[in-house]
């Protein structure tokens, strides 16, 4: 429904005022009288204060004409109408009101008629004009839609490696020449993983939310903000190379602060001009990617480039952990199990390549690896079937490698929990003593019946005792502890094959290799050669 058309009347007489008042129906026009002035000093305070859309005026009134009136109207820009009335028909008035865009010019007396039809002709125009205007609104809010749905596709464009989306950008005037251009990609933590805890509604609220925010925070920087898949991307562009990370981190403070909501954002590197913004897109992506490993909820720059490369021979350093952690769990030392598996995910970490699939892999097979020995190790090795199926699924679901490393070293508690269940008694303190004395001299003599004197034991009660709690002879043991610490020697120093030998118990260096052979499948120096990248 139309508004009613605001009208101000004006003269210096006020009998006149009172009979245009009521000389027509206003209302049944659709004009509404919002004010009254007996003088042009008035007419002047009532345009400012009143705002009407059309005044009709005695073009001679003290303090300020009709003329001056209507020519402060003009010069000031002002769409509002003027209907003058006049006692008499003086053409110099009359030629200047019309210069100026008076309507009409009517002569007092005035009649119903005279002013019901100028008050109507009015009315119409500036409907007309309203509506125009109107129209005008819509159709730039259409043009501002139309070229932010463009800017929008180029972007998607210009990201995925078409150069000619930044020729198409420069052209509507959306981009500038800078020294650099930066993508920065934002993913929601809460429903990254797949198991949102929002309904779609909800999801929907918290996306139009969130790309508000990101909009007021770098649009007037000059950034632009557009959809990538499931993710709202920003291009920057700047000239001092901290500025995206800066700018990056008042918005994750403002997302946190007031959307009370879990963000990533990925700063890509800096590519040298929008031509290039794919590559720091892909960089951005990568950054994303880091979040496994660094953690949820924060700002992560990609610094791939600083990162040095895989290296094999790191998994080296693994299975050294790996064997600490295995010598901790048959010691039954909680302790030290729960150190080693810390060390050991440090370790699965700087190896990983910054893969969560490869860190889930190494991870799984150390536990693997761990049930198959302890599995030998034990005598109850019968009831073990290696881990449980869902153990895989558990690890690949970690959302971060954080979760994942809660997931492992609770494995590693409850091995050692059934480790320790099948010992039990006085028998425990002996058998950890006989570990803990081979751990110690193993380079030495060692035999079975030292070691049963040590217990005040016989010898052939000890081998019983030994066999029942642990699943194997003791000289098989005894083998196994020395061929591990040879392992250990060979892949992290330089000594020769000779040497090693003498260090874990063996005189003859030939027999050492067969030894190591038996237990490895490789003979000492084609084993270390095989850890070489």
Same mark, same amino acid.
């Given at each position: 429904?139309?508004?009613?058309?605001?009208?101000?009347?004006?003269?210096?007489?006020?009998?006149?005022?009172?009979?245009?008042?009521?000389?027509?129906?206003?209302?049944?026009?659709?004009?509404?009288?919002?004010?009254?002035?007996?003088?042009?000093?008035?007419?002047?305070?009532?345009?400012?204060?009143?705002?009407?859309?059309?005044?009709?005026?005695?073009?001679?009134?003290?303090?300020?004409?009709?003329?001056?009136?209507?020519?402060?109207?003009?010069?000031?820009?002002?769409?509002?109408?003027?209907?003058?009335?006049?006692?008499?028909?003086?053409?110099?008035?009359?030629?200047?009101?019309?210069?100026?865009?008076?309507?009409?010019?009517?002569?007092?007396?005035?009649?119903?008629?005279?002013?019901?039809?100028?008050?109507?002709?009015?009315a119409a125009l500036i409907r007309q004009e309203s509506e125009e205007e109107r129209n005008k609104e819509m159709l730039k809010s259409y043009e501002r839609k139309n070229v932010t749905g463009t800017i929008e596709e180029l972007l998607?464009?210009?990201?995925?490696?078409?150069?000619?989306?930044?020729?198409?950008?420069?052209?509507?005037?959306?981009?500038?020449?800078?020294?650099?251009?930066?993508?920065?990609?934002?993913?929601?933590?809460?429903?990254?993983?797949?198991?949102?805890?929002?309904?779609?509604?909800?999801?929907?609220?918290?996306?139009?939310?969130?790309?508000?925010?990101?909009?007021?925070?770098?649009?007037?920087?000059?950034?632009?903000?557009?959809?990538?898949?499931?993710?709202?991307?920003?291009?920057?562009?700047?000239?001092?190379?901290?500025?995206?990370?800066?700018?990056?981190?008042?918005?994750?403070?403002?997302?946190?602060?007031?959307?009370?909501?879990?963000?990533?954002?990925?700063?890509?590197?800096?590519?040298?001009?929008?031509?290039?913004?794919?590559?720091?897109?892909?960089?951005?992506?990568?950054?994303?990617?880091?979040?496994?490993?660094?953690?949820?909820?924060?700002?992560?720059?990609?610094?791939?480039?600083?990162?040095?490369?895989?290296?094999?021979?790191?998994?080296?350093?693994?299975?050294?952990?790996?064997?600490?952690?295995?010598?901790?769990?048959?010691?039954?030392?909680?302790?030290?199990?729960?150190?080693?598996?810390?060390?050991?995910?440090?370790?699965?970490?700087?190896?990983? !390549?910054?893969?969560? #699939?490869?860190?889930? +892999?190494?991870?799984?097979?150390? =536990?693997? /690896? @761990?049930?198959?020995? $302890? *599995?030998?190790?034990?005598?109850?090795?019968?009831?073990?079937?290696?881990?449980?199926?869902?153990?895989?699924?558990?690890?690949?679901? !970690?959302?971060?490698? #954080?979760?994942?490393? +809660?997931?492992?070293?609770?494995? =590693?508690? /409850? @091995?050692?929990?059934? $480790? *320790?269940?099948?010992?039990?008694?006085?028998?425990?303190?002996?058998?950890?003593?006989?570990?803990?004395?081979?751990?110690?001299?193993? !380079?030495?003599?060692?035999?079975?019946?030292?070691?049963?004197?040590?217990?005040?034991?016989?010898?052939?009660?000890?081998?019983?005792?030994?066999?029942?709690?642990?699943?194997?002879?003791?000289?098989?043991?005894?083998?196994?502890?020395?061929?591990?610490?040879?392992?250990?020697?060979?892949?992290?120093?330089?000594?020769?094959?000779?040497?090693?030998?003498?260090?874990?118990?063996?005189?003859?260096?030939?027999?050492?290799?067969?030894?190591?052979?038996?237990?490895?499948?490789?003979?000492?120096?084609?084993?270390?050669?095989?850890?070489?990248?």
């Open positions: 429904m139309n508004r009613s058309i605001r009208v101000v009347l004006a003269d210096d007489e006020p009998v006149i005022l009172r009979g245009l008042k009521k000389l027509i129906a206003w209302e049944s026009l659709g004009l509404e009288i919002v004010g009254e002035a007996s003088d042009g000093i008035e007419l002047k305070a009532l345009i400012d204060s009143a705002a009407p859309d059309l005044i009709i005026s005695d073009i001679s009134m003290p303090g300020f004409s009709g003329i001056d009136i209507i020519r402060g109207i003009h010069e000031s820009g002002r769409s509002i109408k003027v209907v003058f009335i006049s006692a008499y028909q003086e053409f110099t008035y009359a030629r200047q009101a019309l210069q100026y865009g008076a309507l009409d010019y009517l002569i007092k007396p005035v009649n119903t008629g005279q002013l019901e039809q100028a008050a109507g002709k009015a998607e464009q210009l990201t995925d490696g078409n150069k000619g989306a930044a020729a198409a950008l420069a052209r509507i005037g959306n981009t500038s020449i800078t020294r650099y251009a930066t993508v920065c990609a934002v993913e929601t933590d809460e429903y990254s993983s797949g198991s949102s805890r929002w309904e779609e509604h909800e999801r929907k609220l918290v996306e139009f939310a969130l790309s508000n925010i990101i909009k007021e925070t770098v649009e007037s920087g000059g950034g632009y903000v557009f959809r990538k898949g499931e993710r709202l991307c920003i291009l920057l562009q700047h000239e001092q190379p901290d500025m995206p990370q800066e700018l990056m981190e008042d918005l994750h403070q403002k997302v946190n602060s007031y959307l009370k909501l879990q963000v990533t954002i990925g700063v890509g590197r800096p590519a040298g001009g929008i031509e290039e913004a794919d590559e720091s897109y892909r960089s951005a992506l990568k950054a994303l990617k880091a979040k496994y490993f660094s953690g949820l909820n924060r700002v992560i720059a990609d610094d791939s480039g600083a990162q040095a490369a895989y290296d094999l021979s790191s998994t080296a350093g693994l299975a050294e952990v790996q064997l600490a952690l295995l010598e901790a769990l048959k010691m039954l030392e909680k302790e030290e199990c729960m150190l080693r598996a810390g060390e050991l995910l440090a370790a699965v970490a700087r190896i990983s !390549a910054g893969s969560p #699939a490869q860190a889930v +892999t190494h991870l799984y097979n150390t =536990v693997v /690896q @761990l049930e198959q020995e $302890l *599995a030998e190790y034990s005598a109850d090795a019968a009831a073990q079937h290696g881990p449980s199926p869902l153990l895989l699924e558990q690890f690949t679901a !970690a959302p971060t490698y #954080a979760a994942l490393g +809660t997931a492992f070293c609770t494995a =590693v508690q /409850q @091995l050692f929990g059934q $480790l *320790a269940g099948r010992l039990s008694g006085k028998e425990m303190p002996q058998l950890l003593q006989v570990k803990a004395y081979v751990e110690e001299h193993y !380079a030495e003599n060692i035999t079975l019946e030292s070691m049963a004197a040590m217990l005040y034991m016989n010898p052939y009660y000890f081998s019983s005792f030994f066999k029942k709690h642990t699943g194997q002879n003791f000289k098989h043991y005894l083998t196994e502890v020395r061929m591990n610490h040879a392992r250990r020697l060979l892949l992290q120093s330089s000594l020769m094959i000779y040497e090693i030998a003498e260090q874990v118990g063996y005189n003859n260096a030939r027999h050492f290799s067969d030894m190591f052979k038996k237990k490895f499948g490789k003979l000492p120096q084609e084993y270390k050669q095989s850890w070489k990248p």
